[in-house]
Every structure is written in C-alpha cells, then in structure tokens.
C-alpha cells in the first residue's frame, strides 16, 4: 500500500528528554512537513523540507529538529528546550507544490 | 493566504446530500480551493480541490461560484462515517512550504 506512515501513534516523554517522532513515505514525494496540532485548533508548521538534504523553517520551528537524509524518510526531534511539547503531530508529503497528503498522527505526551 | 468563512457545524440525515458552504470573497487569481476532512484523532483526508470549474471525484463534488468568492463541498449520499471536521483552504498551487492554514472549519455531524 501506498502511503504516509507515522510512528509511534501514542508516545510519553518526561521533561527534559529529547524524543523523536518518524515519518515515512512510500509515494516517491519530494516535498515532507511537519505541522503540530493542538486541541480545538488548526495546524501550524513547524519545517518542511523539498528536496534530501534541504529543510526550511515553518512558524513554530523553536525546540524542534529536523533531518532528510533520504526521500522517504523525515524524522522530527522534539528537544528539551520545546517548552509545551504536548501536542498531535502530523506529517505531510506532497509533489513538489502539489496537494499534500497526511499521515494519521503522533500524539505526544509530556509527563 | 485568502481567509474563509464556514459555519461553525451541521447536521444531515444519513442518506441525504450534505451541502458545506465555504466563503473565501478575497480569493487570489491563482489561488485554488482545497477541502479536506479531519476525523477525531486522525490525520486530515484531503478530498478534493479546484480553480475555476466544478469538480467531482469519488468522495465528493466542488461547486466554485462564477466569481469564486465562495464555494460548496457536497457529499452525495452522506454517512455516518462522514461525521468530521471539514476544512476549506485557499493557496497558490506552485508555493512549496506555503503551508495549509486550517480555520476552525465546519463540524458536520451526520445523524441516523
């Protein structure tokens, strides 16, 4: 099957510690990104990346880090110095410029 | 990025067409229309879009007004399964990184 897969789909951290959230696609995309979604409200993009190797900061890039070391793959780190990390993320990936499509979500939890 | 206007819910009878209106009165030349849903807990579904002309796909039909200021999504034969958060969202087509803006969107409860 075709399609953006997120992993893990619940995960709990404690204060201080880094995580790292994955994101895989298998539909040959060149464009990934990273929204974070908090209750009630809409997306907000933390990077996005259009090509390996290339990223670009979204609005709410502070306290997280991004890699694209390989088309399909663009893994997001939530660091210890993101302050309210409690949030769905999501992952997206288009064509170039075209319709992005997403995977089903990371629901991180601080404790 | 053009703002819409949606209403803030909606019912609908399981089996009836569900009409989601959409108001987007300062919509650029080459912005385009884009619907997408969002079930609980789940990432948004994008469901179709559009420019100037009507569209229709297997989840649903786009009617873009003649002066595109606003638009409607219709779900042909709603079902329960049809109940979330719909979105419309305006951008230029050839703009990597220009990010989805999601409103508040529509909550569309369809009831049996």
């Known amino acids: 099957d075709g399609g953006i897969t997120q992993s893990p789909k619940y995960l709990f951290r404690k204060e201080g510690q880094n995580v790292t959230l994955s994101c895989e696609q298998n539909?040959?995309?060149?464009?990934m990104y990273w929204y974070r979604q908090d209750p009630g409200q809409g997306l907000r993009l933390i990077y996005y990346?259009?090509?390996?190797?290339?990223?670009q900061k979204g609005d709410i890039a502070e306290g997280y880090s991004v890699s694209r070391e390989k088309k399909e793959s663009f893994p997001l780190t939530v660091t210890s110095a993101q302050k309210n990390p409690t949030a769905f993320y999501l992952c997206a990936s288009s064509m170039q410029s075209d319709t992005q499509y997403f995977g089903p979500g990371t629901r991180l939890t601080v404790l | 990025d053009a703002k819409t206007t949606q209403p803030t819910s909606m019912d609908c009878a399981e089996g009836r067409a569900a009409n989601l209106p959409c108001n987007h009165s300062t919509i650029s030349g080459n912005e385009y229309v884009y619907w997408y849903r969002q079930i609980h807990s789940q990432g948004p579904q994008y469901i179709i879009h559009g420019l100037k002309n009507n569209e229709t796909n297997e989840m649903a039909s786009l009617i873009i007004t003649e002066d595109r200021k606003s638009s409607t999504l219709i779900l042909p034969h709603a079902t329960l399964r049809d109940t979330a958060v719909y979105y419309c969202i305006v951008r230029p087509q050839a703009s990597y990184g220009n990010k989805l803006v999601f409103g508040a969107g529509t909550i569309l409860r369809v009831k049996s």
């Open positions: 539909l040959n995309h060149d464009a």
């Open positions: 990346s259009q090509i390996v190797n290339d990223f």
